[in-house]
Structures are given as C-alpha cells and as structure tokens.
C-alpha cells in the first residue's frame, strides 16, 4: 500500500439478517482515500452511508473484504486485532451531526479526555487542547461547560476533540446537517484545512450538495458500490 | 487522568445529594431496627443486673416469673434460706399494673419485694429523686418515665399509694416502667381477691387462695460456694425449678426476646434487600440517563474500565454519603422513640460493611448496562 494512502478499502460486502430477511447494504466497495484529501461520502438515505463509515471507523464489522487503515491491515474477513476501539482512540477522529460533547466534562476536559486515556500528561494533553481550541477561536470558553457555548462553538469544540489525538483518520458523520448554510461552509472549509495542514484523511458524509464543491473528491454509494463523482459536477452548486 | 465519575457528580450534585440522603434515610430505619434490638436487650438484663443474685427458685416445671407464670408459698424463702451455701433470700412479686395519671392510665411493671429484707431490687445508682421503700404499706417509687413525681398519690386497688422515690433508666423486658412496691402491697393486689369474690367463693366451697404467695424466690450464694452446687442442692427437692443468674438471663434474652429478635431480623434484613434494590435502580436509572455520552465515550475509543470505574465510583460514594446520611438520620431520630434504642459502633460499622457490598452489587446492574452499550447508537438522532 502506497505510504500516502490513509484507508483502503477492498472489496467490502455488509450484509444484515439471515434468510427471508437478509439485506445485503454494501456489496464489494473497493476505495482509496489519501492523507490530506477531503472526500464527501454521498448516497440516498438508507444507501449506507453511516454503515460504510462505521465499517471504516472499527465500530460495525463488515461480512467480508480488508480495511487497510494507514499501513495497518486491520480487517480481513474477520477483524485482525481485539483492540478495535484502541485503533479509534489512537487513529481515528470523529465528527457527528450535532456536537455530542459529554456533558458533564468542561470543553477542555473533553478535548483532553482521549490524549489523556492514550497516555499523554494533564500538561501535554491541555497544552494540544489550548492549541486547537485557539486554532477555531474557542480558546476564552476552554473552561465553560457545554451547555454555556453556541450550537457552532461547540461544534468546533467537537472538531477540536476530533483532532487531539492527531488521528491520521476523521470520520465525518453529517457535520453540518445542524448548521445554516454560512455556519456549513465555515466547516466544511475548516475540515479541508485540516485534512491540508495536518495531513488528515477526512470522509465527510453529507447530504447537502452545495458542500460538495469544497471537497477534493466524492465517493457515492451506488448499486451498493463505492463509485467516484467529479467534484465539477457540483461546481454550478456552490 | 480525568475522574469522570467526580466529574458527574459535580455537574448533578443536588440530584447526587438528595439520592444519597433519601438512601440514607432508609439505611437510617435499618440503624434504628438494630437499636431497637440492642435496646431490648439491655432493658431485659436492667431488673436482673439491678437483683444482682446468684439463684431464682420458681414454680417447679416453669421457666420463672419473666417467661410464665410462676405460684410458690412465701414461707420457701425460709427453707431456701437454710439450705448449706445460701447467704440470703427473699421472695419477689412481678406483675403488669394499670396507674391512673390525670385522664390516661400508665401502664407499668411492678416489683414487689420486702423493703427490710436482705435483697434490694431498688439500685441507689438510678435513684434520681426521693429514697426507696421504707414502710411494709402504701409506698411506690416509681420510674421518671412514668411522669410520676415524689409525693404525687396513686389509687391503686383499694388503697392510695405514695410516691416516695424516682428512678431513671428502669424498665422491665418488655419495656415497661418500672415501679417497686412492698411484697405485701403487691401480694394484696396479685392474689387477694374481694371481698364479694371471697364470699361467693366460700358459698360454693371453694378455699380462698391466701395472699401469702410470690412469684419466685430469690437468693444470693456465700462466698466460697458453688453456684451450681447450690443450685443442684435444691433441684433434688423437685418441687421447684432452680435457675443460675447466667440461665435466667438465657431465659430472658434467648427465650423471650428471640422472636422480638427474629422479627426485627426479617425487618432489617427486608429493609437492607429494599435499599440495594433501591440504589441499584438508581444506578441504572442514572446510568440509563448517561447512555448516549457512554456510547459516544465508547465510539470515540475510551475503554470500558474507564466507563465502569465512573459507575462503580458513583454507587460507592452514593453508600458511602447514604450511610453518613443514615447516621446522622438515626442520631437525630432515635431519642425520640417511646423504648430505649441504643446505636453502638459496631452495628454502624456492620451495616457500612452491608452498605458496600449492596453498593458494589448495585453497580454491577449498572455495569452490564455499559458493557451492552452499543457505539452505534451514539450515531444518529
């Protein structure tokens, strides 16, 4: 696998049920994704699309294929490590359509919540914390709760989280289905500079097309597969 | 590392406080269920340890005067007297009365003894008021929880009685005050029927029963003596059963009190069961609140021990704050019973002990909750 290649996907198949009922959702998906790309996942709903990105993200086990995250084979017909949920916590960032801060933790705590449980000191973990919370202007609501701060600001709190573990992944589940249109772009742009900067593969899953212009490429789920659509296609929409 | 469960807390801490307390105030009652118990224990062991004699001789095949009904002559506390080994005796009444105070009537437990015999039930360490017997008739002291003060008069029977002493902390085993008579005032009102009864009685024959009984004889052993010995002495009479000090104290707390005990057992052991049923729902109502930040915690790769540490962190300081609450509770609330409940360490730190271990088993309802959590449901909605 090329050293530039974040997630590769081979042949992945997901089924549901047995028998009568069984629903097969993704059948053979085959995709690269590179460090640094930004790549909007679109399909219909009920396409998908949350499942191929929990398949990617260690947290659904897909029926057959391999998941190749980084240099790391970490599914082949049956997962390669018991430690799934290590892989998310030290690979993997993960953006959700509202901001899913834990509560009762102030918003440096939750941004230091996973450097600190992989490892890194109170000082090192608040040190990144401050950082990124500088980098989307929430610096001055470090210490506030997030029930005191606005839908965006929490988002970007949420992003901030997604980041703290530099994951070499993010994994973007509708980011800005909550968000007005500015607020969405303001986002999506914010994600491509990190996916640029920080040299983060990030799937966005999203069904607002006028999001998709700002993106390096899309992948849609069609016929159960993963296929490519020119970002240009889009471009009259934004 | 960050305490979550400290966290938690800190953001819900009226909730987490008001719980706790609510607990503590069901643990409270199991304190005060244990009080109750060793309270009747001490109340059973008062008139014995004030007696303080070594022998009680009673009604042959009974238990004696405190567990059933015991009928012997007064004048065996003379033949007692004479046996080899045998320092004093004397004999003794027992029996429930009905004292008229103002518009309500008290009830109590009387002893009835000779004020110029050798063995003195009254203890002048609880005499707070007045003096003991001094006259054979007509004279009472009586206990302060009766309300009755020195040179207050009691009708009681025929006669009037005066109250000429008060003591403190005199109850009998069933937790009735205490009030000391002379053996001839309580033999008159035991088993000196009236004179209408006498007389009816002596129309159709009967025999009227004299007066001159008691309820079991008391004595006290030289020094030099074997308790025992005496006591086996007597029995090879086998008109009367003879019981040690140490076997009428069995008799009172083991016979007597051993289905109070029980049943205060069954309440505590029903009241400890609630509890834990009652914190581990609340532990899995709380845990349930928190399902979508648990599963979020799990998607976003923290691992399960941190997640059950927090729930097994929060049920054990939810025992541990119920059990201070429970404390202050009990301390706040056990004078104001109408028997003597009595709070020693050792019951406290036994139901700690109960108190973490129901917590860590309330916790596990709440840990196989996290261990079902599901990351996938923190996706969406």
């Known amino acids: ?53 929990m398949m990617i993200g260690c947290v659904e086990e897909p029926t057959s294929g391999t998941i190749w995250l980084g240099d790391e084979k970490v599914y082949e017909n049956r997962w390669l490590t018991k430690q799934t949920r290590k892989i998310r916590r030290e690979k993997i960032g993960f953006i959700f359509q509202a901001h899913y801060l834990i509560p009762f933790l102030n918003i440096i705590e939750n941004v230091t919540l996973i450097p600190q449980t992989n490892g890194l000191s109170k000082q090192e973990s608040e040190k990144i914390a401050i950082e990124l919370l500088d980098y989307f202007g929430i610096a001055d ?24 573990n530099k994951p070499e992944i993010i994994l973007a589940d509708e980011p800005t289905a909550a968000l007005d249109m500015k607020r969405s772009v303001d986002v999506v742009k914010m994600l491509k ?3 640029q900067e920080q040299d983060v593969a990030i799937i966005m899953v999203t069904h607002d097309e006028a999001m998709l212009p700002l993106c390096d490429r899309i992948l849609k789920i069609k016929d159960k597969k993963v296929v490519s659509e020119e970002v240009s296609k889009f471009q009259d929409l934004h | 590392m960050i305490n979550l469960a400290y966290k938690e807390i800190k953001h819900t801490f009226g909730k987490f406080i008001i719980t706790a307390i609510g607990v503590g105030m069901l643990l409270g009652i199991v304190l005060i269920m244990i009080g109750v118990y060793r309270g009747m224990i001490i109340d059973a062991e008062v008139l014995l340890d004030d007696l303080n004699v070594d022998l009680w001789v009673v009604q042959e095949n009974t238990l004696g005067p405190f567990a059933e009904a015991s ?27 009905q004292l008229p105070q103002k ?73 009735d005050p205490l009030v000391y008579i002379s053996l001839k005032d309580a033999q ?35 020094n030099g003596y074997d308790v025992d010995e005496v006591a ?26 051993k289905t109070a005990a029980k049943q205060i057992g069954m309440f505590t052991v029903i009241l400890v069961v609630v509890s834990t049923i009652i914190i581990a729902l609340i532990i899995y109502t709380m845990t349930l609140e928190k399902m979508k930040e648990i599963s979020i915690m799990k998607l ?25 609450a429970a404390n202050i509770f009990a301390h706040l609330i056990y004078s104001k019973f109408p028997k003597r409940v009595v709070l020693e360490t050792p019951d406290a730190f036994g139901l700690f002990i109960v108190v973490i271990l129901a917590s860590i088993l309330a916790s596990l309802v709440g840990v196989k909750k996290v261990i079902s959590a599901d990351p996938r449901e923190a996706i969406g909605g």
Do not use: C
């Open chain 2, 188 to 222: 008159e009102l035991q088993f000196l029927y009236s004179n209408a009864r006498i007389r009816n009685d002596r129309k159709r024959g009967i025999k009227t029963l004299n007066s001159h009984m008691i309820n079991a004889v008391i004595a006290k052993v030289k």
């Open chain 1, 193 to 195: 500079k990190i996916a």
């Open chain 2, 71 to 97: 009928r012997i002559h007064e004048d065996l506390k003379d033949t007692i007297h004479t046996i080899e080994g045998i320092k004093s005796s004397e004999g003794i009444t027992f029996q429930n009365l």
């Open chain 1, 141 to 164: 609501k470090a210490y506030s709760m997030p029930s005191s701060l606005s839908g965006g600001q929490n988002q970007r709190a949420a992003i901030a989280r997604a980041l703290a």
């Open chain 2, 300 to 324: 976003i790769g923290l691992p399960n021990s941190m997640i059950i540490k927090m729930i097994v962190q929060e049920t054990m300081l939810m025992g541990i704050l119920a059990f201070f």
């Open chain 2, 232 to 257: 086996n002495s007597i029995r090879r009479w086998k008109h009367n059963s003879v019981y040690t000090a140490k076997e009428e104290k069995k008799i009172l707390t083991q016979n007597l009190i």
């Open chain 2, 103 to 175: 518009s309500k009537m008290i009830r109590v437990f009387a002893v009835g003894f000779d004020p110029y015999g050798d063995i003195n039930p009254i203890n002048p360490d609880r005499l707070i008021d007045g003096r003991g017997l001094k006259r054979s008739h007509y004279e009472m002291v009586v206990t302060d929880k009766t309300g009755f003060k020195v040179g207050d008069k009691i009708s009681l029977g025929r006669d009037i009685y005066r109250v000429v002493g008060v003591t403190h902390g005199t109850v009998s085993s069933g937790g």
């Open chain 1, 1 to 53: 696998m090329s050293t530039n290649t974040a997630i590769k996907i081979e042949n992945l198949v997901k089924r549901f049920g047995k028998g009568d009922s069984l629903v097969e959702v993704i059948n053979g998906a085959s995709f690269e994704v590179k460090k640094g790309e930004l790549v909007a996942l679109i399909a219909p709903s009920g396409a998908g699309k949350t499942t191929l990105l």
